[in-house]
């Protein structure tokens, strides 16, 4: 089956930093972008960036611009989230995602990992 695994979410300071990082498994994700949903509390998820397979082409919403980086490993069949200079209003669920991605949905979804940052 296929699964999607995040880690790397925890609390964490205003200002600070984490690497959140999304392990795929049950198909290699080839050819397909991946990418990370939030949901922040009381609104809807969104999307905050993708990443194609070859990693030539990202997406970043401009709330997380200059700030968040996604990167792939493809032999390792994971995918990262780097974020730094981290707001109380990055607090909400980071959701792992892969296949055919819009802007409300995908595919393929992770568990999510709570990330909470406190001012």
């Known amino acids: 089956q296929v699964q999607l695994v995040e880690s790397g979410g925890g609390l964490v300071q205003a200002g600070g930093s984490l690497r959140l990082s999304c392990a795929a498994s049950?198909?290699?994700?080839?050819?397909?972008?991946m990418g990370w949903f939030r949901q922040a509390p009381g609104n809807e998820r969104e999307c905050l960036l993708t990443?194609?397979?070859?990693?030539?082409?990202?997406y970043y919403t401009d709330s997380v611009k200059g700030r968040f980086t996604i990167s792939r490993d493809n032999a390792k069949n994971t995918v990262y989230l780097q974020m730094n200079s981290l707001k109380s209003e990055d607090t909400g669920v980071y959701y792992c995602?892969?296949?055919?991605?819009?802007?409300?949905?995908?595919?393929?979804w992770g568990q999510g990992t709570q990330v909470t940052v406190s001012s």
């Open positions: 990443i194609t397979w070859s990693g030539r082409s990202t």
């Open positions: 995602v892969a296949g055919t991605i819009s802007s409300t949905t995908a595919d393929y």
């Open positions: 049950g198909r290699s994700f080839s050819g397909t972008p």
